[in-house]
């Protein structure tokens, strides 16, 4: 299990990344940020948004809405040429042939998706 540490650093750089977007449009505000974050991408929400909380502080991201959007984990099966659900670990197996995968299409983002500045 990640550390409050690791969602600082990672909230820290997101904001810089906000910040500095919102200084070159000359933003008065930023009203949303929505973040994506994988299933897989070893991040706690509930530690990102405390982290967000202090991060934020006398900024003009404070008051900001964070919205986290979960992406789920989705593994693809070469044999059956489909992809399905999974929960956690390196290796899946397929639900419908059992054929073992490591094909991870989904759940590993961590993305700043959208800001709303004013």
Do not use: W
């Not at 509930?46 to 964070?66: K, M, N, Q, Y």
Request: charged share 25%.
């Amino acid at each position: 299990m990640p550390s409050p540490m690791h969602e600082l650093g990672i909230m820290e750089s997101a904001i810089n990344t906000v910040l500095e977007q919102a200084s070159l449009l000359e933003a008065k505000k930023v009203i949303r940020i929505v973040l994506r974050i994988g299933s897989l991408a070893g991040v706690e929400p509930d530690s990102l948004r405390f982290a967000f909380d202090v991060v934020t502080r006398s900024t003009i991201a404070e008051g900001a809405l964070l919205e986290i959007c979960n992406v789920p984990a989705r593994a693809y099966c070469r044999n059956c040429k489909e992809e399905f659900g999974v929960d956690s670990g390196f290796i899946f197996t397929c639900p419908t042939c059992g054929e073992l995968s490591g094909q991870l299409h989904q759940g590993k983002e961590l993305e700043l998706k959208q800001i709303e500045m004013a």
